[in-house]
Protein backbone atom coordinates (compact mmCIF):
# COMPACT_ATOMS: atom_id res chain seq x y z
CA UNK A 1 0.00 0.00 0.00
CA UNK A 2 1.15 3.12 -0.75
CA UNK A 3 1.81 6.03 1.92
CA UNK A 4 0.77 9.46 2.62
CA UNK A 5 2.25 11.54 -0.41
CA UNK A 6 2.93 15.10 0.10
CA UNK A 7 3.51 17.75 -2.92
CA UNK A 8 5.34 20.06 -3.17
CA UNK A 9 7.93 19.13 -0.83
CA UNK A 10 9.77 22.33 -0.83
CA UNK A 11 8.77 25.57 -1.12
CA UNK A 12 9.83 29.19 -1.12
CA UNK A 13 7.14 32.16 -0.94
CA UNK A 14 7.52 36.05 0.06
CA UNK A 15 5.25 37.74 2.67
CA UNK A 16 2.02 38.51 1.45
CA UNK A 17 1.94 35.51 -0.62
CA UNK A 18 -0.88 32.52 -0.79
CA UNK A 19 0.10 28.99 -1.13
CA UNK A 20 -1.78 25.16 -1.67
CA UNK A 21 -0.50 22.36 0.09
CA UNK A 22 -1.56 19.15 -0.95
CA UNK A 23 -2.12 15.54 0.84
CA UNK A 24 -3.04 12.33 -0.65
CA UNK A 25 -4.16 9.94 2.07
CA UNK A 26 -3.31 5.65 2.01
CA UNK A 27 -5.95 4.34 0.15
CA UNK A 28 -8.92 3.72 2.09
CA UNK A 29 -8.32 5.92 4.77
CA UNK A 30 -10.65 9.02 5.01
CA UNK A 31 -9.47 10.96 7.70
CA UNK A 32 -6.84 13.71 7.32
CA UNK A 33 -5.39 15.73 9.48
CA UNK A 34 -3.16 18.71 9.17
CA UNK A 35 -0.28 19.58 11.90
CA UNK A 36 2.25 22.94 11.91
CA UNK A 37 5.69 21.80 12.88
CA UNK A 38 7.85 24.48 14.27
CA UNK A 39 11.17 23.83 16.56
CA UNK A 40 10.43 24.19 20.26
CA UNK A 41 6.65 23.89 19.68
CA UNK A 42 6.15 20.33 18.21
CA UNK A 43 3.10 19.10 16.06
CA UNK A 44 0.61 21.83 16.16
CA UNK A 45 -3.12 20.53 15.45
CA UNK A 46 -4.25 22.62 12.37
CA UNK A 47 -7.69 20.97 10.95
CA UNK A 48 -9.36 17.37 10.29
CA UNK A 49 -11.13 16.27 7.63
CA UNK A 50 -13.17 13.26 7.30
CA UNK A 51 -15.34 12.69 4.44
CA UNK A 52 -14.87 16.22 2.90
CA UNK A 53 -16.55 17.72 6.55
CA UNK A 54 -13.85 19.70 8.61
CA UNK A 55 -14.57 17.99 12.25
CA UNK A 56 -12.05 19.28 14.18
CA UNK A 57 -9.68 22.87 14.12
CA UNK A 58 -7.06 23.96 16.33
CA UNK A 59 -6.33 27.12 16.96
CA UNK A 60 -4.77 29.10 14.08
CA UNK A 61 -5.95 32.05 12.33
CA UNK A 62 -8.78 32.27 9.71
CA UNK A 63 -5.66 32.86 7.16
CA UNK A 64 -5.10 28.74 7.53
CA UNK A 65 -7.63 26.60 5.88
CA UNK A 66 -8.23 23.17 3.85
CA UNK A 67 -11.03 20.91 2.57
CA UNK A 68 -11.36 17.35 1.67
CA UNK A 69 -12.27 15.78 -2.14
CA UNK A 70 -14.58 13.01 -2.45
CA UNK A 71 -11.35 11.05 -3.07
CA UNK A 72 -10.00 11.86 0.15
CA UNK A 73 -7.02 14.02 -1.01
CA UNK A 74 -6.84 17.33 1.00
CA UNK A 75 -5.26 20.53 0.56
CA UNK A 76 -4.38 23.43 2.81
CA UNK A 77 -4.30 27.15 2.05
CA UNK A 78 -2.33 29.76 3.72
CA UNK A 79 -3.21 33.36 2.87
CA UNK A 80 -1.16 36.65 3.47
CA UNK A 81 2.13 34.89 4.43
CA UNK A 82 3.65 35.50 7.16
CA UNK A 83 7.26 35.08 8.42
CA UNK A 84 6.09 33.37 11.43
CA UNK A 85 4.19 30.67 8.93
CA UNK A 86 7.52 29.39 7.90
CA UNK A 87 7.49 25.99 9.05
CA UNK A 88 7.15 21.89 8.19
CA UNK A 89 3.63 21.00 7.35
CA UNK A 90 3.04 17.27 8.17
CA UNK A 91 -0.67 15.44 6.55
CA UNK A 92 -1.66 12.65 8.45
CA UNK A 93 -4.37 9.97 7.19
CA UNK A 94 -6.36 7.68 9.16
CA UNK A 95 -8.55 4.89 8.81
CA UNK A 96 -12.23 5.30 9.82
CA UNK A 97 -13.49 5.44 13.55
CA UNK A 98 -13.92 1.93 14.39
CA UNK A 99 -11.65 0.37 16.90
CA UNK A 100 -8.21 1.99 18.63
CA UNK A 101 -6.46 1.27 15.24
CA UNK A 102 -8.07 4.01 14.02
CA UNK A 103 -6.03 6.29 16.87
CA UNK A 104 -2.84 5.91 14.80
CA UNK A 105 -1.89 8.38 12.30
CA UNK A 106 0.32 8.10 9.34
CA UNK A 107 2.06 10.67 8.67
CA UNK A 108 3.70 12.12 5.10
CA UNK A 109 7.46 13.28 4.69
CA UNK A 110 6.23 17.06 5.27
CA UNK A 111 6.48 19.89 2.97
CA UNK A 112 8.47 22.64 3.87
CA UNK A 113 7.59 26.20 3.46
CA UNK A 114 10.32 28.84 4.11
CA UNK A 115 8.55 32.58 3.82
CA UNK A 116 11.09 35.58 3.13
CA UNK B 1 -1.45 26.25 26.83
CA UNK B 2 0.32 23.00 26.37
CA UNK B 3 -1.46 20.41 27.54
CA UNK B 4 1.53 17.26 26.68
CA UNK B 5 4.68 18.34 27.64
CA UNK B 6 8.13 16.87 27.16
CA UNK B 7 10.38 18.83 29.25
CA UNK B 8 13.37 17.52 27.87
CA UNK B 9 14.33 18.74 24.54
CA UNK B 10 17.24 16.38 24.40
CA UNK B 11 18.68 13.04 25.80
CA UNK B 12 21.95 11.45 25.07
CA UNK B 13 22.87 7.42 26.11
CA UNK B 14 25.42 5.49 25.80
CA UNK B 15 24.61 2.17 23.04
CA UNK B 16 23.27 -0.58 24.86
CA UNK B 17 22.05 1.13 27.77
CA UNK B 18 18.28 2.01 28.57
CA UNK B 19 16.65 5.37 26.99
CA UNK B 20 13.78 6.94 29.28
CA UNK B 21 12.09 9.19 27.50
CA UNK B 22 9.20 11.06 30.09
CA UNK B 23 5.97 12.98 29.25
CA UNK B 24 3.79 14.52 31.06
CA UNK B 25 0.02 15.69 30.69
CA UNK B 26 -2.71 18.20 32.27
CA UNK B 27 -5.89 16.65 30.60
CA UNK B 28 -7.43 13.91 32.23
CA UNK B 29 -9.77 12.85 29.50
CA UNK B 30 -6.93 11.93 27.41
CA UNK B 31 -7.55 8.24 26.63
CA UNK B 32 -5.52 7.18 24.50
CA UNK B 33 -1.56 7.65 24.33
CA UNK B 34 0.92 7.46 21.43
CA UNK B 35 4.59 7.18 20.97
CA UNK B 36 6.36 8.69 17.36
CA UNK B 37 9.52 8.57 16.36
CA UNK B 38 10.57 11.14 13.95
CA UNK B 39 13.94 10.93 11.23
CA UNK B 40 15.25 14.54 9.33
CA UNK B 41 13.21 14.99 6.28
CA UNK B 42 10.80 12.02 6.92
CA UNK B 43 6.94 12.50 8.28
CA UNK B 44 6.31 10.88 12.21
CA UNK B 45 6.18 6.70 12.64
CA UNK B 46 4.05 5.42 14.97
CA UNK B 47 5.72 3.80 17.38
CA UNK B 48 3.62 2.51 20.33
CA UNK B 49 0.66 3.08 22.01
CA UNK B 50 -1.37 2.43 25.35
CA UNK B 51 -4.81 3.06 26.23
CA UNK B 52 -5.55 4.62 29.93
CA UNK B 53 -6.93 1.68 31.09
CA UNK B 54 -3.54 0.25 31.49
CA UNK B 55 -0.07 1.11 32.95
CA UNK B 56 1.96 -0.47 30.61
CA UNK B 57 2.33 -2.13 27.34
CA UNK B 58 5.18 -3.66 25.38
CA UNK B 59 6.26 -4.22 22.25
CA UNK B 60 10.13 -5.93 21.85
CA UNK B 61 12.77 -3.35 22.99
CA UNK B 62 10.01 -0.84 23.39
CA UNK B 63 7.91 -0.55 26.63
CA UNK B 64 6.12 2.59 27.23
CA UNK B 65 4.72 3.31 31.29
CA UNK B 66 1.33 5.07 32.12
CA UNK B 67 1.33 6.62 35.71
CA UNK B 68 -2.34 7.97 35.05
CA UNK B 69 -2.47 9.51 38.93
CA UNK B 70 0.63 11.07 38.43
CA UNK B 71 -0.64 12.23 34.56
CA UNK B 72 2.85 10.90 33.24
CA UNK B 73 4.06 8.57 30.73
CA UNK B 74 7.26 7.18 29.48
CA UNK B 75 8.98 5.62 26.93
CA UNK B 76 11.77 2.83 27.82
CA UNK B 77 13.94 1.53 24.76
CA UNK B 78 16.46 -1.33 26.05
CA UNK B 79 19.16 -1.89 25.00
CA UNK B 80 19.51 1.24 23.07
CA UNK B 81 21.05 1.10 18.91
CA UNK B 82 22.16 3.43 17.05
CA UNK B 83 19.18 4.11 14.85
CA UNK B 84 17.50 5.01 17.67
CA UNK B 85 19.05 8.23 17.33
CA UNK B 86 15.68 10.52 16.37
CA UNK B 87 13.26 13.12 17.58
CA UNK B 88 10.19 11.39 19.62
CA UNK B 89 7.26 12.85 20.31
CA UNK B 90 4.86 11.61 22.40
CA UNK B 91 0.95 12.48 21.59
CA UNK B 92 -2.44 12.01 23.53
CA UNK B 93 -5.88 11.16 22.35
CA UNK B 94 -9.16 13.56 23.04
CA UNK B 95 -12.50 12.89 21.84
CA UNK B 96 -14.19 16.07 20.85
CA UNK B 97 -18.09 15.74 19.45
CA UNK B 98 -17.18 12.83 18.03
CA UNK B 99 -13.77 13.09 16.15
CA UNK B 100 -10.17 12.16 17.72
CA UNK B 101 -7.76 15.00 18.18
CA UNK B 102 -4.27 13.83 18.66
CA UNK B 103 -2.56 16.67 20.74
CA UNK B 104 1.27 16.04 20.73
CA UNK B 105 4.13 17.30 22.92
CA UNK B 106 6.96 19.06 21.78
CA UNK B 107 9.83 15.91 20.94
CA UNK B 108 12.92 14.79 22.96
CA UNK B 109 15.79 14.14 20.86
CA UNK B 110 17.46 11.05 21.19
CA UNK B 111 20.99 10.50 20.80
CA UNK B 112 22.56 7.33 20.81
CA UNK B 113 26.72 7.33 21.33
CA UNK B 114 28.37 4.19 20.32
Known amino acids: KAGVTQTPRYLIKTRGQQVTLSCSPISGHRSVSWYQQTPGQGLQFLFE???????NKGNFPGRFSGRQFSNSRSEMNVSTLELGDSALYLC???????????????FGPGTRLTVT | DQQVKQNSPSLSVQEGRISILNCDYTNSMFDYFLWYKKYPAEGPTFLIS?????DKNEDGRFTVFLNKSAKHLSLHIVPSQPGDSAVYFCAAVILIQGAQKLVFGQGTRLTINP
Open chain 1, 49 to 55: YFSETQR
Open chain 2, 50 to 54: ISSIK
Open chain 1, 92 to 106: ASSSDWTGLSSYEQY
